[in-house]
């Protein structure tokens, strides 16, 4: 598939066929394709700048960090707008956390994603690939086991337990941890958010506030697609940092770490990125932070939040093959179960056949991960959730053009 076009919540390819997106291509398209204040704060600032350096004072850059910090919880007054992606974001708040505390230890949860460069590869806590031989050690990481959606506790029983377990780990690891790290949501494990969620992350940060461990949420997926913007906001989470990246530009390259004062110990030069920071970005940015924030576009977001939630969980235990829906605001999941067909393959031929049909999803595990732009409207969502559930149907009748593929034996299991 060659994608040639894109317009709010569509794309085109070459032959000319149009798909819906509910995966905001890399998760960042926060205001669709080519929103018109977007592209009209990105067409002035081509007319007037190509790109200004950090020595110099910018209105351009106070007036977008001005915008976004007053989305974002009051405490996290400083705000490094410098920063390209969110990897490196993430990297920027867990090094003001070290340099703070003067440890190294990271605790986070095992199977997070945070990124792709060394520190968010260690991170992960996968193991056994190839590419772990390429990134060194990960002794530095206290991983807590919370489970992932392929083990067989459902989430909202888990979310206690999990908390219990998570809060006793910073206790354990406390005086020699720099940091806990968190992403709130975790899309890329099949979207944590069960209905204990808000309750375990408040305990591990009421945690981190006794233990004077600092608390750094990775917002990256979040910001924008939640109401309030951001989880910490939504469900009153005192976080010490927040790592921004994806939907703060509307899709343009750009990333931010938001801290309290305290953090502010970065020398010059330690992370602030050439091009982080552009002002083509950070002129986006300061349009995408007004739209969102306008009162008529966030009672039209919370309408069209609701109306998603519905529709999902109306469906689930009615239509055969669906176990779960978990998820905030637009960020959402189905958790897959047939019952002729491994899950984790019925996915991949669900997003298939989904492609073939116009629509955009992707897969994470048994789960199809929805996180559509937020300008969508709610007769788009209906639209588009139809297709996916006559989808699912049609797998589940053997009536889909894809097949689905059988389960490989696993041969590392055999005994002699
Ligand atoms: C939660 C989370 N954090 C960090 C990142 C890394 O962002 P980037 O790809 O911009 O480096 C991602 C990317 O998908 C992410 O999902």
Redesign the pocket.
């Known amino acids: 598939m060659e994608f040639v076009r894109g317009e709010g919540v569509h794309f085109w390819d070459s032959c000319g066929r149009r798909y819906t997106d509910l995966s905001s291509q890399?998760?960042n398209t926060l205001l669709g394709q080519r929103h018109p204040a977007v592209t009209a704060a990105v067409g002035r600032e081509m007319d007037n700048s190509t790109f200004s350096d950090q020595d110099f004072a910018s209105p351009l850059h106070d007036g977008a960090r001005d915008a976004l910090a007053s989305l974002l919880p009051p405490q996290l007054e400083v705000l490094n707008l410098r920063i390209n992606?969110?990897?490196?974001a993430?990297e920027c708040a867990v090094k003001q956390a070290r340099r703070a505390r003067g440890r190294g230890k990271i605790l986070t949860i095992k199977g997070i994603?945070?990124?792709?460069?060394n520190l968010?590869i260690h991170m992960r806590g996968l193991g056994e690939r190839p590419m772990d031989l390429l990134m060194g050690g990960s002794e530095d990481i206290v991983f807590a086991p919370i489970p992932l959606p392929d083990l067989s506790v459902p989430f909202e029983y888990a979310d206690a337990e999990n908390g219990q377990a998570l809060s006793e780990l910073i206790g354990i690891h406390a005086d020699t941890l720099a940091c806990v790290v968190l992403?709130p949501i975790m899309?890329?494990s099949g979207v944590f958010g069960g209905r204990g969620l808000a309750s375990l992350l408040r305990r591990a940060a009421e945690a981190c506030q006794r233990l004077k461990v600092p608390l750094i949420f990775?917002e990256?997926?979040t910001f924008g697609w939640v109401p309030d913007f951001t989880l910490a906001n939504h469900w009153d989470i005192p976080v010490d940092m927040m790592?921004l990246?994806?939907g703060i530009a509307g899709g343009l390259p750009l990333?931010a770490c938001a801290s309290r004062p305290q953090f502010d110990n970065l020398d010059f030069g330690d992370a602030d990125y050439t091009n982080g920071g552009h002002n083509l970005s950070v002129a986006a940015c300061h349009a995408t932070c007004q739209f969102i924030s306008r009162s008529d576009e966030l009672s039209r977001f919370r309408s069209v939040c609701e109306a998603m939630a519905g529709i999902l969980e109306d469906e689930i235990g009615r239509r055969k093959g669906l176990l779960a829906t978990r998820g905030v605001g637009l960020i959402r999941c189905i958790e897959m179960r047939p019952a002729f067909a491994d899950p984790v393959a019925f996915c991949q031929a669900l997003a298939k056949l989904l492609m073939e049909r116009g629509i955009f999803v992707r897969t994470y595990g048994p789960c199809i991960g929805l996180k559509p732009p937020r300008i969508i409207e709610a007769e788009q969502i209906v639209d588009a959730l139809g297709e996916v559930f006559a989808a699912v149907d049609d797998l589940n009748a053997g009536k889909a053009s894809v097949r689905i593929e059988a389960p490989k034996p696993d041969f590392s299991k055999t005994t002699a």
């Open positions: 890399t998760m992606d969110g990897s490196s993430v994603y945070l990124g792709q460069n968010s992403d899309v890329s990775d990256c997926q790592a990246g994806k990333a």
